[in-house]
């Protein structure tokens, strides 16, 4: 199966975000017509509490380095050694990228090795659109604590996060510290979505989150109080 792809944001998960304070517990809903409401509609008149978004940039990131510190889950080798003309044989594992992609367009999702977490094509394949505004393609956001942390306020380009490289992206892309940025209007060619479960319940506590359960740290949005980003990267 296929990765869905070139979907703008827009379509995916819009929402009104006039006003909103940056804090995660105050994400506005996701728009009328939209996958991800489509999908949380179909889930809670099944009976289920728990709803579905888009990762924020720290999510994905977590969840890309599975447990890792260093640019690439299997490595230790830097995104800065590579570049457009480089090979990486390594990454060749777990990723479709410009070097071994066999045809135009995205692959099955599977093709190639997970991380840690058993998350598949993290890298390449199908670029992945996250929930924050885009407020720079480096450094981290050292005074924000992840547990109320989702990017920027606003954006005056209305630009998103984009994560993980695609199909056609260079070794030095397709890693767990690269991140660029889309209108949330353009359709991105190659530009897909990983979801996060958020549990249907008014409290998640520390010990949930820091239990050891891969499954558990994905889906809660919340990493557990007076935690920074420096204690993840």
Same mark, same amino acid.
């Given at each position: 199966?296929?990765?869905?792809?070139?979907?703008?944001?827009?379509?995916?998960?819009?929402?009104?975000?006039?006003?909103?304070?940056?804090?995660?517990?105050?994400?506005?809903?996701?728009?009328?017509?939209?996958?991800?409401?489509?999908?949380?509609?179909?889930?809670?008149?099944?009976?289920?509490?728990?709803?579905?978004?888009?990762?924020?940039?720290?999510?994905?990131?977590?969840?890309?380095?599975?447990?890792?510190?260093?640019?690439?889950?299997?490595?230790?080798?830097?995104?800065?050694?590579?570049?457009?003309?480089?090979?990486?044989?390594?990454?060749?594992?777990?990723?479709?990228?410009?070097?071994?992609?066999?045809?135009?367009?995205?692959? #099955?999702?599977? @093709?190639? +090795?997970? /991380?840690?977490?058993?998350?598949?094509? =993290?890298? %390449?394949?199908? !670029?992945?659109?996250?929930?924050?505004?885009?407020?720079?393609?480096?450094?981290?956001?050292?005074?924000?604590?992840?547990? #109320?942390?989702? @990017?920027? +306020?606003? /954006?005056?380009?209305?630009?998103?996060? =984009?994560? %993980?490289?695609? !199909?056609?992206?260079?070794?030095?892309?397709?890693?767990?510290?690269?991140?660029?940025?889309?209108?949330?209007?353009?359709?991105?060619?190659? @530009?897909?979505?990983?979801?996060?479960?958020?549990?249907?319940?008014?409290?998640?506590?520390?010990?949930?989150?820091?239990?050891?359960?891969?499954?558990?740290?994905?889906?809660?949005?919340?990493?557990?109080?007076?935690?920074?980003?420096?204690?993840?990267?």
């Amino acid at each position: 199966v296929k990765p869905k792809e070139s979907i703008s944001w827009d379509s995916f998960r819009g929402g009104d975000w006039t006003g909103w304070d940056g804090a995660y517990a105050n994400v506005p809903a996701p728009g009328d017509g939209t996958f991800v409401k489509a999908l949380n509609d179909t889930v809670a008149a099944a009976g289920c509490a728990d709803m579905f978004d888009l990762c924020t940039s720290f999510q994905w990131e977590r969840a890309a380095r599975a447990g890792t510190r260093t640019d690439y889950f299997f490595s230790d080798k830097t995104a800065a050694e590579f570049g457009s003309d480089d090979d990486f044989p390594d990454l060749w594992n777990y990723a479709w990228f410009a070097k071994n992609f066999p045809s135009i367009g995205v692959q #099955d999702v599977g @093709g190639k +090795s997970p /991380n840690a977490w058993g998350l598949y094509d =993290v890298y %390449g394949n199908a !670029y992945e659109q996250c929930l924050d505004w885009h407020e720079g393609n480096s450094g981290l956001v050292k005074d924000k604590s992840l547990e #109320d942390y989702a @990017g920027a +306020s606003s /954006n005056s380009y209305s630009n998103r996060v =984009v994560r %993980g490289g695609h !199909y056609t992206s260079d070794a030095g892309k397709c890693s767990s510290v690269f991140r660029t940025y889309q209108k949330t209007s353009t359709v991105l060619e190659a @530009g897909g979505f990983r979801l996060i479960r958020k549990p249907g319940t008014s409290s998640i506590t520390v010990s949930k989150v820091k239990s050891g359960s891969p499954e558990k740290d994905i889906a809660n949005p919340i990493y557990g109080t007076a935690m920074t980003a420096t204690d993840f990267f």
